[in-house]
């Protein structure tokens, strides 16, 4: 009860918010002050669990938004509309919004360009460490496994035009999106490219690849990479754009 009564006041801050942006919108040409205020405050609906700005933290299971490329973040959003995602919170909240709203969120969220935390210790032991670096920077070409940096970038802070960055994410998210692939509670645009990425790997590389990505960090101002020039090592959907 209080659950749903909690999102009810989210969902009428982030109406309430659009209709008065929609008043202003288009009343100045440019990215001025008075737009962006404007949709920062229509995103205080998000922030209440993304963090300031879509900064999460890497503690605690919210994940970060910010700067990671809008086709993702709009895939994504698509994702909980259509219940390929399941989130009660996330659902409830994009059910009533438009694509093109959904498609405004995405790209307010992917321009933010924050600083992120800081390096920390893995606490991983020295073969953890190694397993967990192999597979981001290698693969393992014996189970048809590719490194993550072919898809999510050579510095894993993503790829344009869809694929997210993962360093500082929380290890806990990073664990629970991987085990939602294996047992398909999670599923990404067919073909989903992740789930078979997900399903290759074991429960113990799962667990380091997530606290070795977590204690990473990336300099701010780093962007997704580039658009890849060849074909990627699987086929990936919703990459087009
Ligand atoms: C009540 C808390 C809550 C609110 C409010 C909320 N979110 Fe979320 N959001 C979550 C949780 C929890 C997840 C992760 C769900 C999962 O495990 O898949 C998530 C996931 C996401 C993702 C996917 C992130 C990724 O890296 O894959 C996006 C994008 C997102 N939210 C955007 C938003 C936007 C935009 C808003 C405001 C309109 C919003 N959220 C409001 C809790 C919330
Ligand atoms: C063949 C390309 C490919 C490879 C290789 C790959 N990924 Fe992914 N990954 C994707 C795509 C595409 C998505 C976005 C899926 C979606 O839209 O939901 C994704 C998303 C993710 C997410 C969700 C991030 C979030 O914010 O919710 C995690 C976690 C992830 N990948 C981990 C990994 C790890 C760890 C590796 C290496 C072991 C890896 N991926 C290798 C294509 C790949």
Not at 55 to 71: Q, S, W
Not at 78 to 94: I, P, T
Not at 120 to 136: D, F, P, S, Y
Request: with cysteine; aromatic share 6%.
């Amino acid at each position: 009860m209080r659950h749903a009564s909690f999102l009810t006041i989210v969902v009428a801050l982030l109406g309430a918010a659009a209709v008065c942006a929609h008043g202003t919108r288009g009343a100045r040409a440019g990215p001025t002050a008075g737009v962006e205020d404007t949709m920062a405050q229509r995103m205080q609906a998000c922030v209440i669990c993304h963090g300031e700005e879509g900064r999460a933290t890497r503690e605690g299971y919210f994940p970060r938004i910010a700067g990671k490329p809008a086709g993702y973040l709009y895939n994504q959003l698509q994702n909980f509309k259509a219940g390929r995602r399941r989130n009660e919170a996330m659902s409830h909240l994009l059910q009533h919004l438009s694509d093109d709203y959904l498609r405004d969120i995405a790209r307010h969220f992917a321009e933010l360009d924050l600083a992120y935390p800081a390096v920390r210790a893995t606490g991983l032991t020295h073969e953890q460490q190694r397993m967990a670096e192999k597979l981001v920077f290698e693969g393992v070409r014996e189970r048809d496994l590719p490194a993550c940096v072919a898809c999510h970038g050579r510095q894993m802070a993503g790829m344009q035009p869809a694929m997210p960055g993962l360093l500082t994410l929380p290890s806990d998210y990073l664990i629970a999106q991987l085990g939602s692939w294996r047992t398909g509670q999670r599923k990404a645009m067919a073909p989903d490219c992740m789930a078979e990425v997900a399903k290759r790997l074991t429960p113990e590389e799962v667990s380091a690849v997530a606290r070795w990505l977590s204690a990473q960090t990336i300099d701010a101002g780093t962007q997704p990479a580039p658009a890849a020039g060849q074909p990627l090592p699987m086929r990936c959907g919703g990459m087009e754009r």
